[in-house]
């Protein structure tokens, strides 16, 4: 109901190749979307998780994580919940998502450690560098502006420490029509160690390493 709002605006954008970005929504489009993901972080953590057993042992044990895109806030809440030993915090460049994510770690309890800011990926503050064990993305890649991607990338790769990891939640694209047909291809969740990083500071172009991958 909510997208199928967006529909009489298709003509004009299909013919000027305009576009409606998300943030540009209104309350109900932004919380309706942060209602409809809010399961996203639980199938990771309950269908992925398991195996990447060294990022599971990360996050038992103890780990500052970065949710960068973080909308309402679910994954936030959602691994602080099923990790007590974790502190998370959450930027997003929308203020009605960062009001949402506010107010629900207010209701959950968790305010003692986790948090939520309003500041785009592009421009993350000094403090950040160094400063997360897991940098995570949860349907966030491909709403970037194409034009900030590679800026969005880089602040993630410098906020990790030695080691650290970059996790991205996305949907794929599918290679025709067999594939777009097959859920279990929906989603594909690329774990990307901070070896990756060339010593230029540029990430090196990763292949995808599908959901069994860990280092
Ligand atoms: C589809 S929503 C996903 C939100 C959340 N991760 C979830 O799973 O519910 C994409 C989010 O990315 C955010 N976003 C897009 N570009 C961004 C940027 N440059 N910096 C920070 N957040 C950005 C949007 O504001 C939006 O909240």
């Known amino acids: 109901m909510l997208v199928a709002r967006d529909y009489s605006r298709y003509p004009e954008l299909f013919r000027t190749g305009g576009t409606f970005p998300y943030q540009e929504h209104d ?8 209602q409809g993901l809010r399961t996203l972080p639980r199938q990771f953590l309950d269908a992925v998780l398991p195996k ?28 602080a919940e099923r990790f007590p030993n974790v502190r998370c915090t959450g930027i997003d460049m929308e203020p009605v998502s960062i009001q949402m994510a506010h107010e629900l770690i207010r209701t959950q309890g968790l305010a003692d450690r986790v ?49 650290g990891q970059l996790l991205i939640f996305d949907e794929r694209y599918p290679s025709g ?39």
């Open 115 to 163: 948090e939520a800011c309003l500041v785009g990926g592009e421009s993350l503050p000094p403090e950040f560098a160094g400063a997360f064990d897991l940098v995570t993305m949860f349907l966030v890649l491909h709403e970037i502006r194409p034009e900030l991607k590679e800026t969005v990338l880089k602040q993630c790769a410098q906020a990790l420490r030695p080691g």
């Open 177 to 215: 029509p067999a594939e777009l047909r097959d859920p279990l291809l929906i989603f594909t969740v690329m774990d990307l160690g901070q070896s990756n990083q060339h010593p230029s500071g540029n990430p090196r172009p990763p292949g995808p390493r599908g959901p069994t991958s860990d280092r």
């Open 27 to 34: 309350r109900a489009f932004l919380s309706g979307v942060a």
């Open 52 to 79: 990447l057993p060294a990022l599971e042992t990360r996050l038992s044990t103890r780990a500052n994580i970065l949710d960068v895109g973080c909308g309402g806030g679910f994954a936030l809440v959602e691994f």
